[in-house]
């Protein structure tokens, strides 16, 4: 069974103005530094806290790139949580479990005019290779039984569920459409089922 290896408090947001807690954890199934970070708020005495799954995207999150909406779901998750608690799981697989390198392989491919999909399939890897074992392996590590999900993403329901995680309620994320996803998103709602409303 997982553990938390050690926690911290720090600030976090656009201003460093959020209070929250950065926690590591070892006994995850991988070697992969996956990160919890908690937000302290008054209604995280609820049973069921808020839980974003986010998996690593360095050219989102971190360079906020037109190819996706990463970077703003991860910014809109933290103001939210921010204001009424929860818990993101920062997951460190990278383009949807392909690896960064490969990711710049699927953009080009994708300038050439595949999809996000067609792409990664092109190169030999499946539609979502991302697993969700750790995140259920965090929760439990949290003692978190029951959480509200914030996803748009009906994979990542019913993987967690298959984990023993109980769902109580399923929260969509909004529709962050900029010049440069629109392909992106509409293939994640007519491919991946994501529940976007575009
Ligand atoms: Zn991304």
Redesign the pocket.
């Known amino acids: 069974m997982a553990e938390v290896r050690a926690r911290v408090d720090f600030k976090v947001g656009a201003n460093s103005s959020i209070d929250a807690e950065l926690l590591s954890f070892h006994g995850l199934k991988t070697e992969k530094e996956h990160v919890a970070v908690i937000f302290k708020h008054a209604d995280q005495t609820q049973q069921s806290p808020l839980v974003r799954m986010h998996s690593e995207?360095l050219?989102?999150?971190v360079f906020h790139?037109s190819?996706?909406?990463?970077?703003e779901q991860l910014d809109e998750t933290i103001n939210r949580m921010g204001e009424s608690g929860g818990i993101i799981l920062y997951l460190r697989q990278e383009g949807r479990g392909i690896g960064l390198y490969n990711k710049i392989d699927a953009y080009k491919l994708q300038s050439e005019g595949m999809n996000t999909y067609e792409a990664n399939n092109h190169l030999g890897f499946g539609d979502d290779l991302r697993d969700f074992t750790e995140a259920a392996q965090m929760l439990e590590a949290l003692g978190i039984k029951k959480i509200r999900l914030v996803t748009n993403n009906p994979k990542k329901v019913n993987d967690l569920k298959s984990y023993g995680i109980e769902i109580e309620q399923v929260v969509n994320t909004s529709a962050h459409v900029k010049e440069g996803n629109e392909g992106y998103l509409k293939a994640k709602r007519s491919h991946g089922k994501h529940n976007l409303d575009l």
């Open positions: 995207c050219t989102g999150d790139s190819r996706c909406d990463c970077g």
